[in-house]
């Protein structure tokens, strides 16, 4: 069993900063992809970065620029910062993470999930 734990979501103001962190723990051989969707109330579900075991990462649109994607391979873990916030960017965001289990089963699992409010 894989789990996700995330941290790092909050109240800010427009043109703060935040940091979200997501932990995998558990049955992991080796992680490929780790990344971040939001979805925001009455919005599809969108994908806001993506990091490869490698380091390549791919952002959507409306945040490149502002938000960066990193992540510690020892740690298993991956981080989202996110600056020059805006109201817009106001959503649940959810890591995800690309599994190779120890029993050699590949799976994505996912966090719980963290709000992001963004207000004045």
């Known amino acids: 069993q894989v789990q996700l734990v995330e941290s790092g979501g909050g109240l800010v103001q427009p043109g703060g900063s935040l940091r979200l962190s997501c932990a995998a723990s558990?049955?992991?051989?080796?992680?490929?992809?780790m990344g971040w969707y939001r979805q925001a109330p009455g919005k599809e579900r969108e994908l806001v970065a993506v990091?490869?075991?490698?380091?390549?990462?791919n952002y959507a649109d409306s945040v490149k620029g502002r938000f960066t994607i990193s992540r510690d391979n020892a740690k298993n873990t991956v981080y989202l910062q996110m600056n020059s916030l805006k109201p817009e960017d106001t959503a649940v965001y959810c890591c995800?993470?690309?599994?190779?289990?120890?029993?050699?089963?590949?799976?994505?699992?996912w966090g719980q999930g963290t709000q992001v409010t963004v207000s004045s």
């Open positions: 995800y993470a690309k599994v190779t289990t120890g029993r050699g089963m590949i799976a994505d699992y």
């Open positions: 990091i490869t075991s490698g380091g390549n990462t």
């Open positions: 558990g049955s992991i051989y080796s992680i490929n992809h």
